[in-house]
């Protein structure tokens, strides 16, 4: 019914019973307007929706999210010239929360490890208002063009692209971080509403390959984070083995650690597709 491997489809009944597999799988087949978050820096929001709708574009506000809009009806975001302007972001509502859960302050220093094309630092960026410094870091120099677009199109100074693959550690970033975001690679089970093919591609034995490449990442950029600072762990997908268990792993791994909270996002709520978050803050 829902051109589904089994394998998923077992592993969801499993961890969360089958009215909830039921939802997750309805909820890759819904409709949904694209969600963008609003730069504060360049406009205000009813600005953006005045513009918009001047462009006889769909506008509707966000049911949680007061930085972002839902919008619909138009060609391409590159005829769009708010868009150019760098005056909204696409990005997922689930993807928001990481940047607005985080706990950012003028003047912080933010790392992001995995970050293209950077829509979390660009949020980051500006929520610290042109204070700080954000570093957006990737692994190939086409990952890092593209975060460097970003940083273009919107004229931050604040937030630089810098190519550093995570697994190797970076002795110059160690404790120096105020807020370190690890959006990592992942199996992408959360995201088959619009990347349909990972249904046909990911298989059992990769997504377990990308838990393991996780705790690999973890284990070489926890100490990026100075005392009394956080870490972010995200990835967008819907399961186990690379959210809740890499979680308590990485916690029973490194005990000045604590877990503030973390929380499974469904395809469908908030209008959002799959996702993972947990806030971590380290103590010492």
């Not at 220093?109 to 979390?120: E, F, N, T």
């Not at 105020?178 to 690679?185: E, H, M, N, Q, S």
Request: hydrophobic share 40%; net charge negative; charged share 25%.
């Amino acid at each position: 019914k829902y051109s589904m491997p089994q394998w998923i489809i077992r592993m969801w009944v499993r961890d969360y019973g089958e009215e909830k597999t039921k939802y997750i799988l309805e909820g890759f087949y819904k409709e949904r307007a694209t969600t963008i978050r609003i730069n504060g820096n360049a406009t205000t929001k009813e600005e953006l929706i005045r513009e918009l709708t001047g462009e006889g574009i769909q506008v509707k506000e966000h049911p949680l999210l007061a930085s972002a809009l839902l919008i619909s009806g138009y060609d391409y975001l590159a005829a769009i010239p708010a868009f150019r302007e760098g005056k909204f972001q696409v990005q997922d509502a689930a993807s928001i929360m990481v940047a607005e859960q985080a706990g950012i302050k003028e003047g912080d220093y933010i790392l992001d490890v995995c970050a293209a094309p950077g829509g979390k630092a660009l949020h980051a960026a500006q929520i610290l208002n042109g204070t700080g410094m954000v570093e957006a870091r990737d692994l190939t120099e086409y990952k890092v063009d593209l975060i460097r677009e970003n940083i273009a199109r919107h004229g931050l100074s604040n937030m630089k692209a810098v190519q550093m693959d995570a697994t190797v550690d970076d002795p110059d970033s160690h404790q120096k971080a105020d807020v370190l975001v690890c959006d990592l690679p992942c199996s992408g089970l959360g995201v088959m509403g619009k990347k349909t093919d990972i249904r046909y591609k990911m298989t059992k034995e990769k997504a377990a390959e990308l838990a393991k490449l996780q705790r690999q990442i973890l284990s070489v950029v926890w100490d990026y984070v100075r005392p009394g600072g956080t870490l972010v762990y995200s990835t967008c997908t819907i399961h186990r083995s690379e959210n809740e268990d890499n979680t308590a792993w990485f916690l029973k791994e490194h005990p000045e650690f604590s877990l503030e909270f973390q929380r499974q996002i469904f395809p469908g709520e908030a209008g959002s597709d799959g996702f993972f978050l947990a806030k971590l803050v380290r103590s010492k």
